[in-house]
Nanobody, 124 residues
């Protein structure tokens, strides 16, 4: 069973930056597609970004394009989400996800493994 542990959440003012990390318990490069979802209070989980198993293709929700960047350190089995120019509407719990093969980056039902989530709060 693959375990994912997120870190790096916190509180920041609008316009600020945060970097989230997701440490996987197993070797991920070439095996798992990985990504990030978020869920704001009273809203459904939203796919933010994902990358395929070899890191060739990345996808971003329109709401974060140009502001968020997904990356991997394969030597550490760690996934990152660099979030710049944060807005209050980015406030949510952010979840790291992984699976062997994913048909849809943005469909939560397509992902088998989930982290416990980390809170990001952006104040205006």
């Amino acid at each position: 069973e693959t375990q994912l542990v997120e870190s790096g959440g916190g509180s920041v003012q609008a316009g600020g930056s945060l970097r989230l990390s997701c440490a996987a318990s197993t070797y991920t490069y070439g095996r798992y597609s990985m990504g990030w979802f978020r869920q704001a209070p009273g809203k459904e989980r939203e796919g933010v970004t994902c990358v395929n198993a070899r890191g060739v293709n990345t996808y971003y929700a329109d709401s974060v394009k140009g502001r968020f960047t997904i990356s991997q350190d394969n030597t550490k089995n760690t996934l990152y989400l660099q979030m710049n120019s944060l807005k209050p509407e980015d406030t949510a719990v952010y979840y790291c996800v992984a699976d062997f093969s994913v048909a849809s980056c943005y469909n939560p039902a397509a992902w088998r493994y989930w982290g416990q989530g980390t809170q990001v709060t952006v104040s205006s």
